[in-house]
């Protein structure tokens, strides 16, 4: 599966960082997006989707601070991430999403993702 997540790193409370999702052509044009997240010690949970058409959806607990988005012509997909709080820290995945009453992934390989710490 072709789904690389970059643009993490260490940002402080408050700060903003964008990540990107780079696809290939077959799944991105296909598919409904979604970014993923893993803190430590807990199960991963799903951030944001983003229909082919451009539709968006978020956690509450992201809500006005996260916006995702999609570069159709370009495979990627991107969220963009401001006032960050410690409790966003985590490793972020990418994957293809599907509804089926919920939003579910449709990928089970999930790639190295990309971390985020926030600290001062």
């Known amino acids: 599966v072709q789904l690389q997540a970059s643009g993490g790193g260490l940002v402080q409370p408050g700060g903003s960082l964008r990540l990107s999702c780079a696809a290939s052509?077959?799944?991105?044009?296909?598919?409904?997006m979604g970014w993923y997240r893993q803190a430590p010690g807990k199960q991963r949970e799903l951030v944001a989707t983003?229909?082919?058409?451009?539709?968006?959806s978020y956690a509450e607990s992201v809500k006005g601070r996260f916006t995702i988005s999609r570069d159709n012509a370009g495979y990627t997909m991107y969220l963009q991430m401001n006032s960050l709080k410690p409790d966003d820290t985590a490793v972020y995945y990418c994957?293809?999403?599907?509804?089926?009453?919920?939003?579910?992934?449709?990928?089970?390989?999930w790639g190295q993702g990309t971390l985020v710490t926030v600290s001062s």
């Open positions: 994957n293809a999403v599907k509804w089926v009453g919920l939003w579910a992934p449709v990928f089970n390989s």
């Open positions: 052509g077959s799944i991105f044009s296909r598919n409904d």
């Open positions: 983003i229909t082919s058409g451009g539709r968006t």
